[in-house]
């Protein structure tokens, strides 16, 4: 059964800083990776998706890493922004006939101006 | 990405009561959807894969006699949750798997938060 995991739970960084989120799954035989938005209250904004085959995606100032036979992804976030402060969750998708995402409970990001 | 509604956004019942939560999707249509349900500082899980014109796959755990969907168009999805009781408050959230999207990527709605009293 795939897990996943994101550490740390919390962060809090000032503004203008570089910052790292991590996210590991157990089963590496993943068909892709994404990294979510999630707001207080609010539902999901998908951020960045990573195929399996692919290494990295990036989109702005947000670069997701997947590095699958380790089972890890990282999501870099260039200097940070107050409005970037929110929860970021991890989710992989395990098979291409699945649509199944299995989720990470998140990393609580706060950017203090 | 595909714009995907839920309604109501809050809800507030007394025990017993059944509440029913809408899925749209807005501008595609979704053959299948999706509905999760989220406990604070939780991570999303998977209730129910809900498939147009035929009934719902309800994961282990999950009571569908408790709670229903119903796909009945391409565009909507419900999940009513019938005689609902204070352990049913929780974050229910559906998403879609937009057809003419790249490696079935899926968009969520902004999520309907039932507290039951």
């Not at chain 1, 999630?38 to 999901?44: M, V, Y």
């Not at chain 2, 807005?26 to 509905?35: E, G, H, K, P, S």
Request: hydrophobic share 35%.
């Amino acid at each position: 059964k795939q897990e996943v995991t994101q550490i740390p739970a919390a962060l809090s960084v000032p503004e203008g800083e570089n910052l790292v989120l991590n996210c590991s799954f157990t089963d590496s035989a993943i068909y892709n990776l994404q990294w979510f938005r999630q707001d207080p209250g609010k539902g999901l904004t998908s951020l960045l998706l990573i195929q399996s085959s692919q290494r990295e995606q990036t989109s702005g100032r947000l670069n997701a890493s997947l590095d699958k036979s380790s089972g890890r992804s990282t999501l870099y976030i260039a200097a940070s922004q107050p409005g970037d402060s929110a929860t970021y969750l991890c989710a992989v998708k395990s098979g291409a006939g699945s649509y199944q995402l299995t989720f990470g409970k998140g990393t609580k990001l706060s950017v203090i101006p | 990405g595909a714009v995907v509604s839920q309604h109501p956004s809050r809800v507030i019942c007394k025990s017993g009561t059944s509440v029913k939560i809408e899925c749209r999707s807005l501008d595609f249509q979704a053959t299948t959807m999706f509905w999760y349900r989220q406990f604070p500082k939780q991570s999303l899980m998977l209730m129910a894969t809900s498939n147009e014109g035929s009934k719902a796959t309800y994961e282990q755990g999950v009571e569908k006699d408790k709670f229903l969907i119903n796909h009945a168009s391409l565009t909507l999805s419900t999940l009513t949750v019938t005689s609902a009781h204070p352990e049913d408050s929780s974050f229910y959230i559906c998403s879609t798997v937009h057809s003419g999207s790249s490696y079935n990527e899926q968009f969520f709605g902004p999520g309907t938060r039932l507290t039951v009293l």
